[in-house]
C-alpha cells in the first residue's frame, strides 16, 4: 500500500514540474503506468460502505451527498492544505467547497448543488460514488491532482451542468461517460493526459464550450464539428491532424471562440471559414496549413482576433481581411506569404489594431522577412487549393468578372501566369453569405501537381517569439481559475 500511496505523488509531481524534460514517449508511459495502478487498486466493483453508523441524515438528498463526499475523501492521498479537513458529521452543506440549495424537486429540502474543489491541491481519484451527488449542478476540480479516470458513474448526475476537470492528471480515452451527462453545457478537461481520438458525438451535445486543449488528442476533427452549439470550442495544444471539416460553415449561428492553435493541421483552410460572421476569435496558427488564405475571411465581420501564423500559407494577404471591421489582432506571421495588400501594410500605423506579418517571403516590402533560400523551395510550388484533395477548395467559379480594381497586382515574384481557369462547369461554391471574392489572384497553377510539403521546414533562423498565448481578455470563459500553466 506504501508503494501505491507514494507513487502516483511522485508520478504527478514528475509530470507537473519536469513535464517538459520529459520526452512524449516517457509521458504515455507514466500515464500508463499510473492507469493500471489505478485499475490494480480500485477495481471496478470497489464500492465504499459508509462505516459512520452515527450519522443521522433524514433528507436522502444530503445522505446520498454525505456517502459521495466521504467516498471522495477516502480517494484522496494527499490533502496538503487540509481541503476536506471539515467534511466530518452530517452537515454536508458546512463542508468546504459546498454549496447547498433548496431542492428544485421538494421545496422543503436542501440539496447539494455545486462542489468546488478549484485549486485545492489534493490528489487521489474520482470514485464511482460521486454518482451520488444527483443534484449537483456544478462540479469544478481545476487544478489538482486526480489521477485514473473519470468513472461511470458521473452520468447519474442528471442536474450537472458544468463540469470543470481541468489541469488534473486523468488519463484514457475521451471520457466518454460525461456525453450522458444529460444536462451538461460547460465540458472543461484541458490540461490532462487524454489521448485517442474525439468522438463525433461530442459536438452532437448541445454544449456551449467545449476546452479539450492541452491533451494528447489525436486524429482528426469530427464532421461533426459543424452541427455544434457551441460558443467556444477550444482544442488547441493536441496532437490532431487531418483538415479541418468544411462542415465547420455550419456552427455559424453560435460558434465564437474557434481555437485551434498548435495541432497538426494539414491541407487548406476551408473557404467555409469565411461563414463564422458571428466568430470573435478564430486561431488556427502553428499548424500545417497550406495554400492560399481563403478570400472568403472576409466574411469574418465580428472577428477580433485572427490568428492565421505559424502554417505554410502562401499568396498574398488580402486587403479585405486587413479591413475586417471588429478587427484587434491579426497576425500572419511565419508563413510563406509573397505579397500582401496596402490595407494591410497600413495597418503598422493603426494604434488600435495589432499587426504581425514578419517572417514571410514579402522580400524587401517588408520588415524581417524569411530569406530567399527559405522561401525558394515552398513560393515557387505553391498550392493551389481548388486542386488539393481531400483537404481542398471548390474549383472556384469560372467568371472572369472584373473583380474589385483595388486588387492587388499579381505577385511580384514572377512566378508563371495562372492558365485560365478550371473546366466552365464547376458548381458555384456552396458559400452563401460572401461572394468568394474572384479578386484574390488565382494561384499560379504549375503544371507538376503541388508537392506535398510534408514537414514544416525548420523555422531556423529567427527567434521563435514569446509563446503566442491565447486571448485570455478576450475569452468568455475565464472565470473558473486558469490552469497553473499559461493557456487558455
Ligand atoms: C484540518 O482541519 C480540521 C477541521 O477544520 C482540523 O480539525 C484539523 O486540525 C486540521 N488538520 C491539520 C493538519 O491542520
Ligand atoms: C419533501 O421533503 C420533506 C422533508 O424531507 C419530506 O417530508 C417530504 O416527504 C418530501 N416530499 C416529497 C414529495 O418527496
Ligand atoms: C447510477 O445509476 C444506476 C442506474 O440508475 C444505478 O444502478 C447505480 O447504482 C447508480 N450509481 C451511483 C454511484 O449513483
Ligand atoms: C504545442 O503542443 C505540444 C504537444 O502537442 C506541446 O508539447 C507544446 O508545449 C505546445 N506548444 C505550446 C506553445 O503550447
Ligand atoms: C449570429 O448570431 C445572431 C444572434 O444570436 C443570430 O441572429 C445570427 O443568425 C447569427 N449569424 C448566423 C450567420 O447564423
Ligand atoms: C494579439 O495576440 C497576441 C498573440 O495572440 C497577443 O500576444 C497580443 O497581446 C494581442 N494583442 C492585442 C492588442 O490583443
Redesign the pocket.
Given at each position: 500500500m506504501g508503494t501505491f500511496h507514494l507513487q502516483p505523488l511522485l508520478v504527478a509531481a514528475l509530470l507537473f514540474s519536469a513535464s517538459f524534460a520529459l520526452t512524449i514517449d516517457e509521458e504515455i508511459a507514466i500515464a500508463n503506468r499510473q492507469k493500471v495502478a489505478f485499475e490494480q487498486h480500485h477495481p471496478t466493483d470497489h464500492v465504499h460502505i459508509d462505516i459512520n453508523i452515527d450519522i443521522k441524515i433524514?433528507?436522502?438528498r444530503l445522505l446520498s451527498a454525505h456517502k459521495a463526499l466521504q467516498a471522495l475523501k477516502d480517494a484522496l492521498y494527499s490533502d496538503p492544505n487540509n481541503f476536506t479537513g471539515n467534511w466530518v458529521g452530517p452537515d454536508v452543506c458546512a463542508y468546504n467547497g459546498v454549496f447547498c440549495v433548496t431542492?428544485l424537486?421538494?421545496?422543503?429540502?436542501s440539496a447539494v448543488a455545486s462542489l468546488d474543489m478549484n485549486a485545492a491541491d489534493v490528489a487521489g481519484y474520482l470514485p464511482k460514488e460521486i454518482g451520488l451527488m444527483r443534484d449537483l449542478a456544478v462540479l469544478h476540480l481545476n487544478s489538482n491532482r486526480f489521477c485514473g479516470v473519470i468513472p461511470e458513474e458521473i452520468k447519474n448526475m442528471t442536474e450537472l451542468y458544468e463540469f470543470d476537470a481541468s489541469n488534473n492528471r486523468f488519463v484514457g480515452p475521451f471520457p466518454a461517460a460525461v456525453l450522458g451527462v444529460p444536462k451538461l453545457s460547460y465540458l472543461d478537461i484541458r490540461f490532462n493526459d487524454f489521448d485517442g481520438p474525439i468522438p463525433p458525438e461530442l459536438f452532437l451535445k448541445p454544449y456551449d464550450a467545449i476546452f479539450l486543449n492541452n491533451n494528447r488528442f489525436t486524429s482528426g476533427i469530427p464532421e461533426t464539428i459543424g452541427k455544434s452549439k457551441a460558443s467556444v470550442i477550444v482544442l488547441a495544444n493536441n496532437q490532431l491532424g487531418g483538415c479541418i471539416p468544411r462542415s465547420i460553415g455550419e456552427a455559424a449561428a453560435t460558434l465564437d471562440q474557434f481555437i485551434f492553435t498548435n495541432n497538426s493541421f494539414t491541407g487548406c483552410l476551408p473557404v467555409e471559414t469565411g461563414l463564422l460572421t458571428n466568430a470573435s476569435v478564430f486561431d488556427v496558427s502553428t499548424n500545417v496549413l497550406t495554400g492560399s488564405i481563403p478570400p472568403t475571411l472576409a466574411g469574418l465581420s465580428k472577428v477580433e482576433q485572427l490568428d492565421l501564423s505559424r502554417n505554410m500559407f502562401t499568396g498574398d494577404v488580402p486587403g479585405d481581411v486587413c479591413q475586417l471591421p471588429a478587427l484587434a489582432n491579426l497576425s500572419v506571421s511565419y508563413n510563406f506569404l509573397t505579397r500582401e495588400a496596402t490595407e494591410c501594410s497600413a495597418l503598422d500605423g493603426n494604434m488600435d489594431i495589432s499587426f504581425r506579418d514578419e517572417a514571410n517571403c514579402m522580400g524587401q516590402s517588408r520588415p524581417t522577412q524569411r530569406s530567399a533560400g527559405e522561401c525558394t523551395p515552398v513560393v515557387s510550388h505553391p498550392v493551389d487549393c481548388t486542386k488539393v484533395k481531400p483537404c481542398g477548395w471548390p474549383s472556384m467559379e469560372p467568371t472572369p468578372k472584373p473583380a474589385a480594381n483595388n486588387n492587388p497586382p499579381p505577385p511580384v515574384a514572377s512566378p508563371p501566369l495562372p492558365p485560365p481557369p478550371l473546366a466552365a462547369s464547376p458548381p458555384p461554391p456552396p458559400m452563401s453569405s460572401p461572394p468568394p471574392p474572384t479578386s484574390s489572384p488565382p494561384q499560379p497553377v504549375a503544371s507538376p501537381p503541388p508537392p506535398v510539403f510534408s514537414p514544416p521546414p525548420p523555422i531556423a533562423s529567427p527567434p521563435p517569439p514569446p509563446i503566442i498565448l491565447p486571448p485570455v481578455r478576450g475569452t468568455k470563459y475565464q472565470s473558473p481559475p486558469p490552469p497553473l500553466f499559461p493557456g487558455y
Open positions: 433524514n433528507n436522502p431542492s424537486h421538494n421545496q422543503s429540502e
